[in-house]
């Protein structure tokens, strides 16, 4: 090197300087190929211990619109397990955009849709129901990672709706009509329901897949299409039960469209509430938002169902049978982390019995084992977001202000995830304000009463009126409770929890919880519009009520 000519040596010299940028290059390559490996393999579809994601379709990046072809341009959000606060995978959601091209194809799906006979829906919803059950497990599981709630109840809420298709199924073959008697001679008075349209629906994270289920089950039975978005945090549960409804469709020769998708925030739920478009709007949530939604709906003269927040009261008398009502009031407080709208907020217990139920509720409580809702054995998962924590303790703080004390639990707990005490509190008066409001965790309010009428009028104060249920072996007690002096809760029960599990009956509430009706005996009516017609197959012309107009 040191014998070569200038021109000589500088030609090793630009080839190492070459070489040398090449090396950079490639070590900042393989750098950003290792970030970009690390963000991929950190999230938890990624992961084998979660393989059951990938049977539902799910990928690391999933697309949150469905019209018959899965297309979004909006917002990317990313999923996060509660139990962990670790990243699952990501969904992009809807834009405006995508939210308008997608109800236009539920319209005009809905052409196809509406003329297709009741029976041959209701085989449609029960292909669906059939679909949902080969992937019980995987949806099950995919609810406890995503929502928080233990496997089992993962499980029955996917159960759930498949119960709510096979209902609806018999529901395709007996959609009734009327026929009356006309007072007028050579005349038939009818009445048919016929389809909505396109029914909106928008769901709550605690129960996507059921809640959605009521809706759709019934929504496509009556001959209309349906327009879906969850709520922003549940994003991965909505993408895969829309791809199982996508894959029926298809498997048929039906329009995607009849069940759409359009994931997104509180933007794409504004845009539902005052979309002429949507016929129906069904909204689970917030007392607060609920009321938003029905009047933006109402302004329009749409139709809505709603279904919000229930500050739900469990009653028991002197005669309880205390073995049934232990463990009815520790599941009904402390399943879901309290996270349901049926859940039990507030035990009225007679004098009598106060201390003995009080006693063993604390000592059941200290065996709740709490931990990973996808381990057998947990029965207590994760509050839903940091947010739900927070809010846990500011009741806690506000009731040992108000005069409650802490019988049992009361503090955050500390490890990875979103996890708190189940919380007992005694003490406190039945109005005070903390006991009148509803807090979505795992906070029971034990009061004490001492007759049986002032407890059926601590059940009826509060705002909402979703569940109630009496413990007692007296049948003129349970006869009043049931009666127009009882409950005013649209869910009334005696014996057992305040939830409203079953699919044969119509769940919803009274007062601030909506009015709405779904599920199960005459829900299907919201779904439909009602049509009387008067036929004349004579040859005169007589009018109602013996008018003469000659």
């Known amino acids: 090197y040191f014998s070569a000519s200038a021109t000589e040596r500088r030609l090793p010299l630009v080839q190492l300087n070459m070489a040398f940028q090449s090396l950079m290059k490639a070590r900042c390559f393989l750098a950003s190929g290792q970030r970009f490996g690390a963000r991929y393999s950190s999230l938890l579809v990624n992961q084998p211990k979660y393989a059951f994601m990938q049977e539902l379709g799910l990928k690391a990046d999933n697309v949150g619109a469905f019209d018959g072809k899965w297309s979004a341009s909006g917002e990317v959000v990313t999923s996060y397990c509660p139990s962990t606060g670790q990243p699952i995978a990501r969904v992009t959601q809807a834009s405006k955009a995508d939210y308008?091209?997608?109800?236009?194809?539920?319209?005009?799906?809905?052409?196809?849709?509406?003329?297709?006979?009741?029976?041959?829906?209701?085989?449609?919803?029960?292909?669906?129901?059939?679909?949902?059950?080969?992937?019980?497990?995987?949806?099950?599981?995919?609810?406890?990672?995503?929502?928080?709630?233990?496997?089992?109840?993962?499980?029955?809420?996917?159960?759930?709706?498949?119960?709510?298709?096979?209902?609806?199924?018999?529901?395709?073959?007996?959609?009734?009509?009327?026929?009356?008697?006309?007072?007028?001679?050579?005349?038939?008075?009818?009445?048919?329901?016929?389809?909505?349209?396109?029914?909106?629906?928008?769901?709550?994270f605690n129960f996507p897949m059921a809640v959605y289920g009521w809706n759709q089950a019934l929504s496509l039975v009556c001959g209309n299409t349906i327009v879906w978005k969850g709520a922003p945090s549940t994003p991965l549960s909505v993408v895969a039960i829309t791809k199982i409804c996508a894959d029926v469709l298809e498997a048929n020769g039906l329009p995607g469209a009849i069940c759409s998708l359009a994931q997104g925030g509180a933007d794409i739920g504004r845009a539902m509430a005052i979309d002429k478009r949507i016929d129906l709007l069904s909204f689970t949530g917030s007392c607060k938002t609920g009321h938003e939604v029905g009047v933006a709906v109402q302004n329009r003269f749409g139709r809505h169902i709603l279904e919000l927040g229930g500050n739900n009261a469990l009653i028991a008398m002197d005669d309880a049978d205390i073995s049934l009502l232990v463990p009815a009031a520790l599941f009904n407080a402390v399943g879901t982390a309290g996270q349901r709208c049926t859940t039990l907020r507030r035990l009225i217990l007679h004098e009598k019995i106060h201390d003995e139920v009080v006693g063993k509720l604390k000592q059941a409580y200290s065996q709740v084992r709490v931990g990973d809702p996808l381990e057998d054995g947990t029965l207590l998962g994760p509050l839903h977001n940091k947010q739900a924590v927070e809010n846990y303790m500011q009741a806690i703080e506000d009731a040992k202000r108000e005069g409650g004390q802490v019988v049992t639990g009361g503090k955050p707990i500390d490890r990875p995830g979103h996890f708190v005490e189940p919380t007992i509190i005694t003490g406190l008066e039945h109005n005070t304000p903390i006991v009148m409001r509803e807090t979505f965790a795992p906070i029971l309010y034990i009061l004490k009463c001492s007759s049986f009428e002032q407890a059926v009028g601590w059940n009826n104060e509060v705002d909402q009126g979703l569940t109630s249920s009496l413990f007692t072996q007296d049948l003129g007690r349970i006869f009043h409770w049931v009666g127009p002096q009882g409950s005013d809760c649209g869910v009334v029960n005696v014996n057992i929890p305040t939830s409203g599990a079953e699919i044969g009956g119509a769940f919803g509430g009274e007062k601030h919880t909506g009015g709405g009706r779904e599920s199960g005996s005459d829900a299907w009516r919201q779904y439909m519009r009602r049509s009387t017609i008067t036929i004349n197959y004579s040859k005169s012309l007589p009018l109602a009520q013996g008018i003469k107009f000659e």
């Open 100 to 204: 308008d091209r997608v109800v236009d194809a539920a319209r005009e799906a809905s052409k196809e849709w509406r003329m297709v006979p009741a029976p041959r829906r209701g085989e449609i919803v029960r292909q669906v129901g059939e679909a949902l059950r080969a992937k019980l497990t995987p949806l099950g599981s995919l609810l406890s990672l995503e929502v928080g709630k233990i496997l089992p109840e993962g499980k029955g809420e996917v159960q759930e709706h498949i119960d709510i298709c096979d209902y609806a199924l018999g529901l395709s073959r007996s959609l009734p009509g009327h026929v009356f008697p006309s007072e007028r001679p050579g005349h038939a008075l009818l009445e048919q329901w016929n389809p909505l349209g396109v029914v909106g629906v928008i769901t709550a």
